[in-house]
């Protein structure tokens, strides 16, 4: 089975930078795309940013700009590098694979802003 290993989240201030990596681990014969969703509290779960596997990119229009995804294809890790951070990007980020039979997730990791 596959499984996704988050990390990187934490404290900063507004402003500041964070970078999450997402890794995953199994046997993963196919993919269309991995990115990242997040979840604020009393919001809904939104598309933050994924990469597909041809290497296009989407982002939510909140972070276009200051966001950037990446993909390590050797070592089956997606980056999401993030700059000038706000209070509003606040929240639990989730990784998330896109294979054929459907999608699976990280466990979630937490961001917080402080103003």
């Known amino acids: 089975q596959v499984q996704l290993v988050e990390s990187g989240g934490g404290l900063v201030q507004a402003g500041g930078s964070l970078r999450l990596s997402c890794a995953a681990s199994?046997?993963?014969?196919?993919?269309?795309?991995m990115g990242w969703d997040r979840q604020a509290p009393k919001n809904q779960r939104e598309l933050v940013a994924r990469?597909?596997?041809?290497?296009?990119?989407d982002y939510a229009v909140s972070v276009k700009g200051r966001f950037t995804i990446s993909r390590d294809d050797a070592e089956n890790t997606v980056y999401l590098q993030m700059n000038q951070l706000k209070p509003e990007d606040t929240a639990v980020y989730y990784c998330?694979?896109?294979?054929?039979?459907?999608?699976?997730w990280g466990q979630g990791i937490q961001v917080f802003v402080s103003s």
């Open positions: 990469v597909t596997s041809g290497g296009s990119t």
């Open positions: 998330k694979l896109d294979v054929p039979i459907g999608a699976i």
């Open positions: 199994g046997s993963i014969f196919s993919f269309t795309a």
